[in-house]
């Protein structure tokens, strides 16, 4: 072909060698079009940089979605709006996803009643900020709880200290269902160790719960030995931002 004798076969061999696929097949198709001499350097390297870059990027998010185990993989952002036999306080949420409050490793809470839509906000956020390209991981309450006490209970720490590790590093822990089920005073230390490392470590946290926070003491756990953990933990989750998702109306 004409492009193998060309004086631009080294360029395409250094973007094949580099695995700049994309790069690689724009330079080729521009240089056999008549539009390639209208462009200066400047534009022709923007040009095929482009498409690579919104290629990994596209690749790169798709994988931090799967990365964050996000509940519900098609909500948007878009169709977070007052109406259908919701309400939302729209400002809040415009505030949030812009996600500022990750440098100042505040905390939100989402709120509502049992099918208010919060699990569906709280993926939306997880969508958008793997879209932004921060370190999410999203689980759910109960099963993490379980985990983490199951883990606590063996004889090799290792795992469980692996795992608050892991749970405690991430930019942004999603938590789902929060205060759904009680626990003895074993889970109240293991809760309070994650949410202090997170604290330690500079890290935003956002949860869904159907309780007020002045509820929690109630919620959390039976044992009287745990309202001193009961009170760290609702002191720092309650650092930051409030969302309630009101049920205006039933649906019919």
Not at 30 to 58: M, T
Not at 121 to 146: K, N, Q
Request: proline letters at 2%; one cysteine or more.
């Amino acid at each position: 072909s004409s492009m193998s004798n060309s004086k631009i076969q080294d360029i395409l061999d250094i973007l094949d060698y580099l695995e700049l696929d994309e790069t690689r097949k724009r330079l080729a198709e521009l240089y056999k079009s008549p539009e390639f001499s209208s462009y200066n350097s400047l534009q022709l390297l923007r040009e095929i940089l482009s498409v690579q870059y919104i290629s990994d990027k596209n690749s790169s998010f798709e994988k931090s979605v799967k990365l964050s185990r996000v509940r519900n993989i098609s909500a948007s952002l878009e169709n977070i709006k007052t109406g259908n036999g919701r309400k939302y306080d729209e400002n809040v949420i415009e505030q949030i996803s812009s996600f500022d409050f990750v440098d100042k490793a505040y905390n939100v809470g989402i709120y509502g009643v049992s099918g208010a839509g919060k699990t569906y906000l709280m993926s939306a956020l997880c969508i958008e900020a793997c879209r932004e390209g921060f370190d999410c991981r999203f689980v759910d309450y109960g099963e993490t709880m379980d985990e983490l006490i199951a883990l606590s209970r063996y004889t090799d720490l290792s795992k469980y200290n692996k795992k608050i590790k892991r749970l405690s590093k991430h930019q942004i822990l999603f938590i789902d269902d929060f205060a759904i089920s009680k626990y003895p005073e074993e889970g109240m230390k293991i809760l309070y160790q994650l949410i202090k490392q997170r604290e330690e470590n500079g890290k935003s946290t956002i949860f869904t719960t159907q309780y007020s926070p002045d509820e929690w003491g109630r919620r959390l756990s039976e044992n009287e030995n745990c309202y001193g953990k009961l009170d760290g933990i609702r002191r720092r989750l309650t650092t930051g931002y409030t969302i309630l998702i009101e049920k205006t109306s039933e649906p019919n």
